[in-house]
């Protein structure tokens, strides 16, 4: 499956963004999907995952309470809510897929990744 990430650039500091990832040559379907992202000279962290169905997800420390990450199977297409944004959340965002349902956090468990997006959040 490949996918593609889309929905990134630029916002104020309090704003908010939704990052797509939708699904092409193939689909979801089982699929575990993920979000991490990359700062500059940093490596890539983990933002949250949400399993096949949509009734399981894990945040990351960092955005919990302030990300919300959904699907839409029937769209093939995973989001990444991003409400009251943060300097600090200035990274390329990538998606991720796995096929086993159980939600991983470590980067290493996912076969597929999208290109990125880059977010910026301007303080």
């Known amino acids: 499956v490949q996918l593609q990430a889309s929905g990134g650039g630029l916002v104020q500091a309090g704003g908010s963004l939704r990052l797509s990832c939708a699904a092409s040559?193939?689909?979801?379907?089982?699929?575990?999907v993920a979000w991490f992202r990359q700062a500059p000279g940093k490596e890539r962290e983990f933002v949250a995952t949400i399993n096949w169905s949509g009734d399981s997800s894990v945040y990351g420390d960092s955005v919990k309470g302030r990300f919300t990450i959904s699907r839409d199977n029937a769209k093939n297409t995973v989001y990444l809510q991003m409400t009251s944004l943060k300097p600090e959340d200035t990274a390329v965002y990538y998606c991720?897929?796995?096929?086993?349902?159980?939600?991983?956090?470590?980067?290493?468990?996912?076969?597929?990744w999208g290109q990125g997006t880059q977010v910026t959040v301007s303080s």
């Open positions: 991720a897929a796995r096929h086993p349902t159980v939600l991983r956090r470590d980067k290493a468990a996912y076969n597929y």
């Open positions: 040559g193939g689909t979801f379907r089982g699929y575990t």
